[in-house]
């Protein structure tokens, strides 16, 4: 490359200018008009297509050099190339098969445009299932140890065809259900209670709900729900899962090796005593330090270690809290 040379008068300085505009005119240059689209509402099983405009304003060829897809249910296809001041297209279509509810799809383009070298197109919708689980296919609640609650979940029949609920079973004895007629043969609402006093930690269940439909004869709704002490911990347990021993010792600070967790009370402020583990290796640090509602703990693996140790154990937390004075918090993983 030729360097432009500023001391020679105005000469020197019109070349320059000509260079950089023929260099930059010699670029690719993708505009794209419209980078978003609303396909409403589709029923599951329909695929959903749009074509996104696409127009090379530069001087030289427009290309994509690969693409991203956000679902495994995507397809798009660009042109190989769009010639200087041509118009394009970037088509993408969507298999609902799989997919309910709210939908978010992105294609990214990575192209040769030096001055956008990424293009994210985003198709977005809603897709109803037959019958849809609202918000999700299952209940999860949390609640406190001396409190109790509820947790619902809407379901909706899209079909046609009434659907007509014959009966509740409940598999688990923490709690009840009962099903609620918003809208008979449409709009059905799954209200789970969840009494005091139970046992801190999860308690899974089922509720089988029963219908008159051949296809839908039986919905099963799982139930999640989490009792939560006075001081919990978040998330209850730590997993390191397989990790390399060479990767610890080339950068043993990496934030792929480090786990971590929260200690928090449900009101008021509390004290850790101390922290320690029979896990070999693991460096624990505490933030903040004194009193506070809420401590972040951090977990990394010093360089100590050996291949085919295992990493199994539990941290143990005291708290100068009389009704939780300890936590102790299951650890696993491997060293390979």
Request: neutral net charge; hydrophobic residues 35%.
């Amino acid at each position: 490359m030729r360097p432009c040379w500023l001391g020679l008068g105005g000469l020197a300085l019109a070349l320059c200018s000509q260079t950089s505009t023929a260099r930059a005119e010699d670029s690719p240059k993708v505009f794209a008009p419209v980078q978003t689209y609303d396909f409403g509402t589709v029923k599951q099983g329909e695929k959903v297509s749009h074509c996104f405009k696409l127009e090379n304003r530069g001087g030289a060829p427009f290309k994509t050099v690969r693409m991203e897809l956000s679902l495994p249910d995507m397809t798009a296809r660009v042109p190989g190339s769009i010639p200087p001041g041509k118009p394009g297209e970037a088509c993408i279509e969507i298999d609902t098969s799989k997919l309910s509810l709210k939908v978010r799809a992105q294609a990214l383009l990575f192209t040769n445009d030096p001055s956008r070298p990424q293009i994210p197109l985003l198709m977005t919708g809603e897709v109803k299932q037959p019958v849809d689980l609202i918000p999700m296919g299952a209940v999860f609640a949390g609640v406190w140890k001396d409190e109790g609650g509820q947790s619902t979940l809407t379901i909706v029949n899209n079909r046609p065809k009434p659907l007509q609920v014959r009966g509740l079973h409940v598999e688990g004895q923490d709690f009840k259900a009962q099903l609620q007629t918003e809208k008979p043969g449409e709009v059905y609402k799954l209200v789970v209670t969840i009494p005091r006093g139970l046992t801190p930690g999860s308690h899974t269940g089922t509720v089988d709900i029963n219908t008159d439909s051949a296809r839908y004869a039986l919905i099963r709704v799982p139930v999640n729900i989490l009792v939560k002490d006075e001081i919990y911990t978040f998330p209850s347990s730590v997993d390191f899962g397989s990790v390399s021993l060479a990767q610890i010792k080339s950068n043993p600070a990496a934030t792929d090796l480090a786990e971590w967790f929260l200690v928090k009370k449900h009101t008021g402020k509390f004290k850790i005593k101390s922290i320690t583990s029979d896990v070999p290796g693991l460096k624990i640090t505490q933030t903040p330090q004194g009193e506070s509602n809420t401590f972040r703990v951090d977990l990394t693996l010093t360089e100590d270690l050996q291949a085919g140790r295992s990493l199994a154990g539990k941290i143990q937390v005291l708290t100068d809290d009389p009704v939780v004075p300890e936590l102790v918090i299951p650890v696993t993983g491997e060293i390979q």
